[in-house]
């Protein structure tokens, strides 16, 4: 049987959804949890490689059992193994055709940064920036990004096509957290922190909106800002 699961965690806790020999990741303990049900060994495929450090809300997952269980008995199975870090929303039966990251359609992320006063206890979860930050400007900055464009420029590492499409960027506030949503079909590594990294440079004048607008045409290699892991949510995925 094939099963699509829909899980959250805390990113702060293990360094990025993929396994990675011994260190702790999401994939690591889903894996193992699920061999113990299965009996025998589990390999899951996750819809984002979320990087370390990164948060998830609606990550999905999916993977193969022998064993026959109905979606409560799994839901319940795997949150008794993979808890408190790591929590099962949604356990689903899917077709073998449905693979967790090819079958997408579209993403959802949200980064999230602290407008009000320095909080210790929000720091592994929010960028809490010392600069004052024009949030119109960054509405400016985040039009430039719609689209169909080459993002190479705002990806890490080297890839065939540097090709996305962002659907829509929106701004909300709550509780003097700026939340910034992205939705696209695809984004790449450290590619939504790098969009949101120059979003920052130039909302506290560092740099000029121009330069993002370079980073967008110019097939010359142009850095900026990286903004940091801890603010950044896999939110939802839609297939």
């Known amino acids: ?54 948060h998830a809300n609606g990550q999905r997952v999916s993977f193969k059992l022998d064993v026959n269980i109905d979606e409560n008995g799994l839901m319940m199975a795997l949150n008794s193994l993979v808890k408190p870090y790591i929590y099962v929303k949604k356990v689903e039966k899917v077709n073998d055709d449905v693979h967790a990251r090819f079958s997408v359609k579209k993403k959802k992320y949200i980064y999230k940064i602290n407008l009000g006063d320095f909080n210790p206890q929000l720091t592994d979860y929010v960028y809490q920036s010392e600069y004052k930050l024009d949030i119109d400007k960054m509405k400016e900055v985040s039009k430039l990004y719609l689209g169909v464009h080459d993002f190479h420029n705002f990806v890490s590492g080297e890839r065939d096509d540097y090709t996305a499409i962002v659907y829509g960027i929106d701004f909300f506030i709550k509780d003097d957290v700026l939340n910034i949503v992205f939705e696209g079909k695809s984004f790449y590594r450290y590619m939504v922190r790098n969009l949101v990294g120059m979003m920052i440079d130039v909302a506290r004048g560092k740099d000029d909106i121009s330069k993002v607008a370079a980073m967008l045409d110019s097939k010359d290699e142009i850095s900026g800002y990286t903004a940091p892991a801890c603010g950044l949510y896999l939110d939802s995925i839609e297939y």
């Open 1 to 54: 049987m094939k099963f699509l699961i829909t899980i959250s965690y805390d990113g702060s806790k293990f360094y990025g959804f993929q396994r990675l020999n011994e260190e702790a990741s999401v994939q690591k303990v889903l894996e193992e949890a699920l061999t113990k049900i299965n009996k025998q060994s589990v390999e899951v495929k996750g819809a984002g490689r979320t990087d370390r450090g990164v």
